[in-house]
C-alpha cells in the first residue's frame, strides 16, 4: 500500500466521521430551534423572511429526495436560495432525507407534514441566539468550502 492509498483511507474516515457528526449537530440544533420558535419551514415561507428580513437568518437546510430531484421549479427555487444564501453569508446545507427532516419539524395545524424542502434557523437580530450546534455546523461549512464542497450534503442520524 502506499502512502497516498492510506492517506485517501484516512481521509475518507475523517470525512465521513464530519459528516455524521454534522447530521448529529444538525438534528440538535432543529430540536433546540423548534423549542425556541426560531424555525421557518418551507420554501416560500423561507423566502418571505429572507426578503424581510435576511439579518435573521443563522442558517439554511435544502432538502431533497429521488422524487424530487427532477423537479424543476424545486432546483430552481434551490439555486436562488443558495445565490441568496451565499451573498449574505448564511451556511446552507443539503439533506437527502425528507422525510426524516419532516418528522424533525413537526407536522403544521391541520396535522399535514410541513413542506421540508427548507427550512431557515432564524435568531432575533437583536438578541442573536447561540446555540453550540449551530457553531459546530458553521465549522462544518467553513471547511467544506475550504475544500471546494460549496454546499455540503449532511445525512441525519437514524432512528
Avoid at 440538535?28 to 429572507?50: N, P, R
Avoid at 445565490?83 to 413537526?106: P, S
Avoid at 458553521?138 to 475544500?147: G, I, N, V, Y
Wanted: hydrophobic share 40%; charged share 25%; proline share 4%.
Amino acid at each position: 500500500m502506499t502512502l497516498e492509498e492510506i492517506h485517501g483511507q484516512e481521509n475518507t474516515m475523517d470525512t465521513a466521521d464530519r459528516v455524521q457528526s454534522a447530521g448529529a449537530a444538525l438534528e440538535e440544533l432543529l430540536i433546540a430551534a423548534k423549542k425556541q420558535d426560531y424555525l421557518t419551514v418551507g420554501v416560500y415561507e423561507s423566502a418571505k423572511v429572507m426578503n424581510v428580513d435576511p439579518d435573521s437568518v443563522a442558517f439554511c437546510v435544502l432538502a431533497t429526495d429521488e422524487e424530487y430531484e427532477c423537479d424543476i421549479a424545486l432546483q430552481i427555487h434551490f439555486t436562488l436560495i443558495q445565490a441568496f444564501c451565499f451573498d449574505n453569508d448564511i451556511n446552507v446545507v443539503r439533506v437527502n432525507d425528507i422525510d426524516r427532516l419532516a418528522d424533525l419539524v413537526g407536522a403544521d395545524d391541520s396535522g399535514e407534514p410541513k413542506d421540508a424542502h427548507c427550512i431557515l434557523v432564524t435568531s432575533p437580530s437583536a438578541n442573536p441566539w447561540k446555540d453550540p450546534a449551530l457553531d459546530k455546523l458553521s465549522l462544518f461549512c467553513e471547511e467544506s468550502r475550504s475544500a471546494y464542497d460549496w454546499v455540503p450534503t449532511i445525512t441525519l442520524p437514524e432512528r
